[in-house]
């Protein structure tokens, strides 16, 4: 969900080379890519179980197996994103929980970016508000995901009945709220036409600009004071 924004009117001069910024290094790429993909199989093997029509698919123990390759890499995300991106990691991380003034105004007019309207938009960093409040999500919800997945898998035995239900229920809950947080990232990449900037790493500058136009000056004076 970021950068480029449908309702930006090109320049009519010809350029024979578009200025791009780097946005997502190689490492956070791939950890996108592990997430997108144990999410999937979690999603769709869960689905399986609960959804009526999808029951007969589950019956072999494949969607079993499935459910646990996609939960262990899951639960490696984390692990993998501090072995391949340290930086990226905590970036990501401190910038989730992170909002100032800027941010509140940002959600004050949110609806208008929900349209594809970003020109006029509060200023924002490398994240907008939506994006921070979209990932902070993830973080929480991942982890209610895990832990009471743990729990049904390793506990199953002691926890009881009650106990039981209360696991799934949370587990059940936490998915779909992921799964409505799926729904948006996928909404605000295809308003934006932003699923370039994941497989290639690079947004146009002048898109950058009008989005993240804090970030675009944070990137200038680092760049400024190596000069």
Known sequence: MTTANPVMEKPNRERTEEEKLLRYRVGQRIVHAVLATSFLMLLFTGLMILWQPLTLWARD????????????????????????????????????????????????????????RAVGMPPQGRLNAGQKLHHAGVVITSATVVFSGIFMWY???????????????IHDLSMLTLTVLLAGHLYFTFVYKALSAMTTGYVPKEEALIEHPKWVEEIEHQQAAHD
Do not use: C, Q
């Open 61 to 116: 123990g494949t969607s079993g197996l499935i459910h646990r390759i996609g939960a262990v890499l899951f639960m490696l995300v984390p692990i993998l994103y501090l072995i391949v991106d340290r930086r990226g990691a905590k970036e990501l991380l401190v910038e989730s929980f992170t909002y100032d003034k800027d941010d509140i105004a940002w959600f004050k007019h949110a609806g208008r970016y929900f349209l594809g």
């Open 155 to 169: 506990a199953k035995g002691n926890l009881g009945a009650s106990g039981l239900a209360l696991a799934a229920s």
